[in-house]
């Protein structure tokens, strides 16, 4: 018998939907399956399955309390700190799922798919103007998967021009798939360590750069939801020594509209159609990630892609037939084509304003619960930030109360956890990413909420927090070892100066 936890503090059993429902048992009446030759041989079922028979209310009302144990964006603010936007409008999927769109087949013959190449070829469109890049591969599958045509793209203007080089520079900021990346397209990667700002230390930046290195990957805003304040310099700095600056896009929808990372001297991006233009993100896909490229790289843009020939659209198959230098094939078609739908039915309903103005209510919301948590938590790093509000446990210091507890407790009252520990150069870090779409008196409950736990975090009612999550079907794992593993409580010393 599992245990259901509906409203907060309501315990009631739910039986298994095997003790429900029984073999002999069906919602529906069907005929006899007459009998029919096989060549199953000996690999026929030798005995009944003994899957249980219900009703079709006892079905549905099964899966809806199942579905109750989760909690989503459709039942509540979600805080967690993350490369997603979290909320998808119902529109994109209503239009990704319309008759001629949901049902393509990649292998159909490119004159009966027009329609879907001039929906690529316009998403391009909206992403190159929005990044102020002359090019971009639609290809890639996932965030990961676009740094890797960016990373190949770099490595093969490298090799063509003679210069193959070793090395790549990574802040302790970026995003975690920025190193493993480099390393997957056979580079070395060097850390380079934050500054006391939480921001890319330039000093140690420049004297790391040398003519072995291929290129830098910056995540800007990083991972401390912070602006890189020196990409000027730090692009002008990798383009002296002749290397490539790589910037992670996963951060991009806090500065779309307003920023322009071309203008930056930035020469490729990934950018996350989840995060900036509003896709589904969930149960591991399906991703999607184009990467964007300067015009010193470009020409390195992997195969397939859009042309539009003026009487129609084609597609670039093979490097044979490209005008480039393509540095490959990264998926067996074209992208993630229902991806690409929602993304321009996104950037057409929100126009160019409207996307300005979702960035600039992103960064609003993080301000905001970071304006108003400041005085009873503790913040990273000093100054406003972008899309993320970053805090630390240097507020719980002297209670035996840690960062995990505090996130458990998060659960009892209502509120899916804030991301923990992470970014690792932050000891002990709560990062709340409230995105653009939550109102002020969502925020507020929500702030409401944390102030009271900070509040009795302080007053040391140690026992309250070490035994939540007290409200949910299954309690807290052991997770002690974890929430003090080294790798949990790293950090640099730059940073540690700063949270002193």
């Known amino acids: 018998m599992a245990t259901f936890s509906g409203n907060r503090g309501l315990q009631m059993e739910q039986p298994l939907i095997f003790e429900q429902g029984s073999p002999d048992r069906t919602a529906v009446d069907l005929p006899d399956v007459p009998a029919v030759g096989d060549r199953l041989g000996g690999l026929k079922r030798q005995q009944p399955v003994g899957l249980p028979g219900l009703s079709e209310p006892e079905v549905v009302r099964h899966y809806t309390r199942l579905s109750q144990k989760n909690y989503c964006i459709d039942s509540g603010l979600y805080p967690l700190g993350s490369c997603t936007m979290k909320h998808n409008p119902r529109l994109n999927e209503k239009l990704a799922r319309l008759p001629g769109i949901g049902d393509l087949h990649p292998l159909q013959p490119v004159s009966t798919a027009q329609g879907a190449l001039m929906i690529i070829d316009a998403c391009a469109r909206w992403l190159m103007a929005l990044t102020g890049m002359p090019a971009v591969a639609m ?7 676009g740094e890797f045509v960016g990373m190949a793209a770099i490595r093969a203007a490298h090799e063509d021009r003679g210069d ?17 990346t480099a390393v997957a397209c056979g580079y070395a990667v060097e850390p380079i360590p934050a500054n006391r700002r939480g921001r890319v230390d330039i000093g140690r930046l420049r004297a790391a750069l040398a003519p ?34 790589y ?5 991009f929808n806090a500065i779309v509209g307003r920023v322009r990372p071309g203008d930056l001297g930035v020469d490729a991006m990934h950018i ?8 589904p993100h969930g149960g591991g896909g399906p991703g999607s990630g184009p990467v964007v490229l300067s015009a010193a790289l470009a020409p390195y843009a992997p195969v397939p892609y859009v042309v539009n020939e003026g009487d129609g659209l084609s597609l670039v198959e093979y490097a044979a037939a490209s005008d480039g230098k393509p540095c490959g094939r990264i998926k067996g078609f074209h992208g993630q084509f229902g991806m690409f739908v929602r993304a321009l039915a996104y950037m057409m309903s929100m126009g160019s304003d409207g996307l300005k103005q979702a960035a ?13 948590l400041k005085d009873v938590m503790t913040p990273s790093f000093d100054g406003p930030c972008m899309h993320e509000a970053l805090f630390d446990d240097r507020f719980l210091k002297g209670s035996e109360i840690t ?8 659960i009892d009252e209502g509120y899916h956890p804030m991301t923990v520990y992470f970014p690792l150069i932050v000891p002990g870090a709560m990062l709340i990413e409230p995105t653009e779409t939550e109102s002020r008196q969502s925020l507020d409950r929500f702030i409401d909420v944390m102030r009271a736990l900070a509040a009795r975090a302080v007053a040391g009612d140690a026992e309250r927090f070490r035994n939540a999550p007290r409200f949910t079907p299954r309690r807290r794992l052991d997770e002690t070892s974890a929430a003090r593993h080294p790798v949990l409580r790293w950090r640099t010393p730059a940073v540690d100066r700063a949270a002193e």
Do not use: Q, W
């Open 139 to 145: 290809s890639p599958g996932a965030g990961a998967h």
């Open 272 to 279: 996350n159609l989840h995060k900036t233009f509003s896709t």
């Open 403 to 410: 960062t995990l507890d505090f996130a458990k407790a998060l």
């Open 247 to 251: 910037c992670d896009g996963a951060n």
């Open 212 to 245: 072995d290195v291929a290129a830098i990957m910056v995540t800007n805003p990083n991972t401390c939801g912070l602006f890189e304040t020196d990409i000027l310099d730090i692009a002008a700095a990798a383009h002296d020594v002749g290397a490539y600056f």
């Open 164 to 180: 193959a080089r070793r090395r790549v520079l990574v802040p302790e900021s970026a995003h975690g798939t920025n190193p493993a």
């Open 360 to 372: 600039t209510d992103a960064v609003i919301n993080a301000n905001y619960v970071m304006a108003r």
